[in-house]
């Protein structure tokens, strides 16, 4: 990747990558707003546990945070049962697979006190 190292050449990137991800904000075939009974397909199992933030000093709880799958419900659309079963399944699979976090202390304490 070429090094931007002037304000001109950041900010002729900046406008140029904005300009280019507008796109994805056309509405040319009047998509938007996805009307009541639209059947769709929604993909990720984000769709059933929101994530807000990331982790680090950019992690933020998301207790409380609307569930996608449920809204779109709520809003009369109609997600695909398969996805969702589909993305369900996955979930608890990880969620059952997943350290609890006494357990991931005391493994970590473990690693600690290992000297490794």
Do not use: C, H
Not at 87 to 99: F, G, I, M, P, V
């Amino acid at each position: 990747m070429k090094a931007y190292e002037s304000k001109e050449a950041r900010l002729k990137l900046a406008k140029s990558l904005a300009q280019e991800g507008i796109v994805l904000l056309k509405n040319d075939s009047w998509i938007l707003p996805i009307r009541q009974g639209t059947p769709l397909a929604v993909f990720g199992r984000a769709q059933l546990q929101t994530m807000i933030g990331g982790s680090g000093s950019g992690s933020s709880a998301s207790n409380g945070a609307a569930i996608i799958l449920d809204e779109l419900k709520k809003a009369g659309l109609i997600p695909d049962i398969g996805l969702e079963n589909y993305y369900r399944t996955e979930l608890s699979k990880s969620q059952a697979n997943a350290l609890s976090e006494e357990d991931a202390s005391e493994r970590f304490a473990d690693l600690v006190n290992s000297g490794m």
